[in-house]
């Protein structure tokens, strides 16, 4: 673990901080300037970084919360931990963990380790030295992939020249916040005309602090440069605290490629706060794939800027909002320059008095010509209780233009369902079915393992037999 | 005019007799309604496996109402009678025990399932069937359902592209009827109701999916044709021909039936059986 290293009288006089021993290393509730500070402090960063956090905090203070999206009053700043040392965060007791996280592994057939790492009562996972070798090869041909931590020690001039260029503190709170205590997330560096042909997997290292509450994403995919990076998985993720707030900023640069695909089911008490943003230049490709479970609210919406001519954005969104559940996602394309054309599909399915929204915005700036963009949603409600709305926003300032939406809500209907169990499948089977038919268009783009996994979970959801 | 044709006033079957079980299906006394509107009164029809019957009625006579109700279409009241199918009254059951039972209805307007491709969906369906039936059978391994899929496929004479696309999705009204004989085929149940198969059908369309019928038909499938035209009895040859108006069969008698239909009309022959 990368935090046992330090020599506390050293840094102590390096970064003039002075504090009782106890809270050196322990972990405090709440969030002012001196948590703050000992959060960069203890994880041993450059100076610029310490105070890159410290007016961060200045603007998380300042900023209002959010009017809009969803209900965040419950959110209580100073009942959080904002910086656990991994070795803490690895030392729950696996008797600890709630019986209905641990019957949801079993029912999703994850593996004995896995379950243990992912409910944070335990720190291997057996598939790292996969890991190590696909890190072989790709160090061969230059490519960087580690954690943040790790990237601003040993690559701080790309992290220094990229870092908060593309999601500032000031863009809203929660970036803000992200900004002042993040800790961990993952920093991939794909030098120009390199294909990276395996996914680069979070999951595959999910024991290297990528999966903290605050983490920090930086991906740069130079010209002509392709790679796919997957996160999350669909075994729910434990968390006793209660706030996720996350904030991943990618930049894609001429004729690069790049897909992000996140799949990720937090626990029902967590508000799941995240910016994910994009910059794609002349004829680059950015997409993302977004699907999120489980959580009791979540706001996302992953954007792309298209700042060259002729690059494209995709954003696929799934939603699945059960009980006591908010999904507020959708996504946001911005198109700054001519000939760009962007898709968003989102779908969202609401049950047992679930709640989703689809939120999107559609810019296009004067002088951007030739723009094309599709935006279609679809909302499935599986029964009376259940919600769903859409916020689509447009900011159009050219006339030459081509864009589309369309929207649909619609329930299973009962002609579906008689339809299917004439053909001998229960009710329970004839629904999920629907429901699988439904999200395929976007399941249809995740990585087989994933796409497997999604299937079962919706199936175990539909059963009623997962919270 | 009608003295040719033997009328039977609902066939008198006794329910302990040996018709009743080997996938016969004997309707006794069938009344049913729609929101407290009685649409079928006092259907009395004997099926055995082997038969091929035809159910004739002009629109709004409760054909489809009868198929609905035979399935279990949960819009459908049955106010009285019952239907029993291999020895058994199928009428409180859930749809999906039905078809588990190796009754098939073929839809007058089969639903789509965006999403879902034909072959996810029959093989599903298929081991839920075969799962009901014989809870110790695991699943169909996926190449062998393909294989057997192949194969039903070649008999109907299909393009094998059919499978990959989406349950009934897009599909015209021609391939919708062809995909519900492909799950007919697949399903290999005892008895079908195939309710208004015909209707929508170009010339072609209506010969396929006639020999894909004719093609399954066999001594262990009992078939209820349901339509309002001739046409297709033209090329599936029914043993009995029964005619319905106003929720009630008024008049029953063998293939010659339908041709005087065809030459009469409906109108003359009920005023000739009432």
Redesign the interface.
């Known amino acids: 673990m990368v935090t046992a290293k330090f020599d506390l009288d050293d840094k102590e006089e390096k970064y003039w901080f002075k504090k009782p021993e106890s809270h050196v290393f322990k972990a405090k509730r709440g969030l002012n300037k001196e948590i703050v500070s000992e959060i960069s402090w203890m994880k041993d960063e450059p100076e610029w970084m310490t105070k890159f956090r410290l007016k961060a905090l200045d603007i998380f203070l300042k900023k209002p919360m959010p009017t809009w999206g969803g209900d965040t009053s419950g959110i209580d700043f100073n009942n959080i931990y904002y910086y656990i040392k991994p070795s803490d965060s690895g030392s729950r007791s696996w008797d600890d963990v709630p019986q209905d996280i641990k019957n949801t592994f079993d029912k999703l057939g994850i593996p004995e380790a896995e379950k243990k790492f992912l409910a944070g009562a335990g720190a291997q996972y057996e598939s790292e030295s996969v890991y190590h070798n696909l890190k072989e090869e790709w160090e061969k041909k230059g490519v960087i992939f580690c954690d943040m931590d790790t990237a601003l020690r040993e690559h701080s001039d790309i992290v220094k020249e990229y870092f908060s260029t593309i999601v500032p503190p000031a863009d809203n709170k929660f970036a803000a916040l992200n900004s002042a205590v993040w800790s961990g997330g993952s920093f991939v560096y794909v030098p120009e005309g390199v294909n990276v042909d395996i996914p680069l997997q979070a999951y595959f290292r999910i024991n290297a602090e990528n999966m903290g509450q605050f983490e920090r994403t930086l991906i740069i995919i130079e010209p002509g440069a392709y790679a796919h990076y997957v996160e999350g998985c669909t075994a729910p993720i434990y968390a006793t605290d209660s706030l996720h707030t996350a904030v991943v900023e990618v930049i894609v640069k001429k004729d690069a490629r790049f897909r992000y695909t996140t799949i990720q089911n937090w626990s029902p008490n967590v508000y799941n706060l995240v910016t994910k943003r994009a910059v794609a230049y002349e004829n680059a490709k950015m997409e993302w794939v977004d699907g999120n479970l489980g959580s009791k609210l979540t706001m996302k919406y992953p954007s792309v800027y298209m700042m060259g001519r002729g690059a494209n954005a995709e954003i696929l969104s799934l939603a699945f909002a059960g009980k006591g559940m908010h999904q507020d996602a959708g996504g946001k394309v911005v198109h700054g320059a001519s000939d760009t054309s962007s898709t968003i599909i989102s779908k969202s399915i609401s049950q047992y008095g679930g709640q989703s929204s689809y939120r999107g915005l559609l810019k296009v700036y004067k002088g951007a010509k030739n723009v094309k963009s599709q935006v279609r949603c679809d909302a499935l409600l599986l029964d009376e209780e259940s919600r769903s709305d859409t916020y689509p926003y447009m900011e159009i300032d050219e006339d030459k233009v081509s864009i589309g939406h369309e929207a649909s809500v619609s329930k299973i209907?009962?002609?579906?369902l008689?339809?299917?169990?004439?053909?001998?499948?229960?009710?329970a089977?004839?629904s999920a079915?629907?429901v699988?038919?439904?999200?395929?268009?976007i399941v249809k783009e995740l990585p087989m393992e994933y796409a497997v996994e999604m299937n079962r979970l919706i199936q175990l959801q539909m059963e009623g037999s997962v919270g | 005019m009608t003295n040719n044709i033997n009328i039977k006033e609902g066939l008198e079957v006794d329910s302990q007799s040996e018709d009743n079980r080997n996938n016969s299906l004997v309707i006794k006394n069938l009344k049913v309604s729609i929101d407290d509107k009685i649409i079928l009164n006092d259907i009395n029809l004997n099926i055995k496996k082997g038969e091929v019957h035809a159910l004739m009625g002009p629109n709004g006579s409760g054909k489809s109402t009868l198929s609905c109700t035979l399935m279990g279409h949960p819009q459908y009241k049955v106010e009285s009678g019952t239907a029993m199918f291999n020895g058994k009254d199928i009428l409180q059951m859930p749809t999906n025990e039905r078809a588990c039972m190796g009754l098939f209805m073929g839809f007058q307007y089969p639903v789509s399932i965006p999403g879902v491709s034909m072959a996810n969906f029959l093989r599903m369906a298929v081991n839920s069937i075969n799962g009901k039936n014989n809870p110790e059978k695991k699943p169909m391994p996926i190449a062998k359902f393909h294989k057997l899929l192949k194969e039903k496929m070649a008999i109907l004479k299909m393009d094998s592209s059919f499978t990959s696309r989406y349950l009934n999705d897009g599909f015209s009204g021609g391939e919708k009827k062809k995909a519900e004989i492909l799950q007919m085929a697949m399903l290999e149940p005892h008895m079908a109701i195939l309710d208004e198969t015909d209707s929508g059908l170009d010339i072609d369309a209506l010969r396929f999916v006639a020999d894909g019928v004719n093609s399954l038909i066999g001594p262990n499938l009992g078939v209820l044709i349901i339509t309002h035209y001739k046409r297709i009895l033209n090329y599936i040859k029914p043993q009995f021909v029964h005619v319905l108006y106003k929720g009630r069969i008024v008049v029953s008698g063998g293939p010659e039936l339908s041709q005087l239909l065809e030459d009469q009309g409906y109108e003359e022959i009920i005023k000739n059986n009432e």
């Open positions: 209907g009962d002609e579906q008689f339809y299917l169990m004439s053909r001998g499948l229960t009710e089977q004839a079915m629907i699988s038919g439904f999200i395929e268009p």
